[in-house]
């Protein structure tokens, strides 16, 4: 999976000099009608390899989120012990991956002592981040003082990462809107045939 060291682009290189060769050709035997299909069917295969493609990369987007929220709960568990300053640590993140979703999300956990037992329920309260890429700095004003450096480097991070996933779902609706241009062309060159029999 990660060693494969060819060149995706040298197929598309020989395909646009290939075009461009054969818009440089004065054959006057070139079968327009067939190329004009061509011309649409490998245009309809492009715009399905580019909406797949997102798939793809939208994956690596959530191994490297996943990642950078792992890092973040290595210095919360770091500072879980009662001697350590700033105990405990109320602010958590999560990432999500479902149905081509990415989520990138925050929590802030309330302990309650259990009811008959040592320790503590963990309750934890989904803090919403309003449509922006980033959440507000006042979501965490509550953190420790350990926390908010923490969760400001992490937190940059996500943003970046929120806002390549919304232009990956852009790309995937460019796509889906360019196969109905696709269509809508295909359909008005066969109706300017019937209108106009050579």
Not at 60 to 78: E, K, S, V
Not at 144 to 169: C, G, H, M, Y
Request: glycine share 4%; aromatic share 14%; with cysteine.
């Amino acid at each position: 999976m990660m060693t494969d060291n060819s060149n995706p682009f040298t197929t598309l290189d020989k395909q646009i000099k290939a075009w461009n060769t054969f818009f440089k050709s004065e054959n006057k035997q070139v079968d327009h009608e067939e190329a004009t299909l061509y011309a649409f069917s490998t245009s309809e295969m492009y715009l399905r390899y580019i909406h797949k493609s997102t798939e793809l990369e939208q994956l690596r987007y959530y191994y490297i989120a996943q990642r950078i929220a792992d890092l973040y709960w290595q210095h919360n568990r770091d500072h879980r012990g009662k001697d350590s300053p700033g105990y405990p640590g109320h602010f958590g993140c999560r990432v999500r991956l479902r149905e081509m979703k990415l989520e990138i999300f925050w929590v802030y956990n309330e302990f309650k002592p259990k009811k008959n037992a040592d320790g503590f329920q963990v309750i934890s309260h989904y803090l919403p981040r309003e449509g922006h890429y980033r959440y507000p700095k006042t979501t965490f004003t509550r953190a420790q003082e350990w926390e908010k450096p923490v969760i400001e480097v992490v937190e940059d991070a996500f943003s970046t990462i929120r806002r390549a996933n919304a232009n990956l779902i852009r790309m995937r609706q460019l796509c889906k809107w360019n196969d109905t241009n696709l269509f809508q062309m295909a359909g008005d060159i066969d109706d300017f045939k019937m209108d106009n029999p050579l």
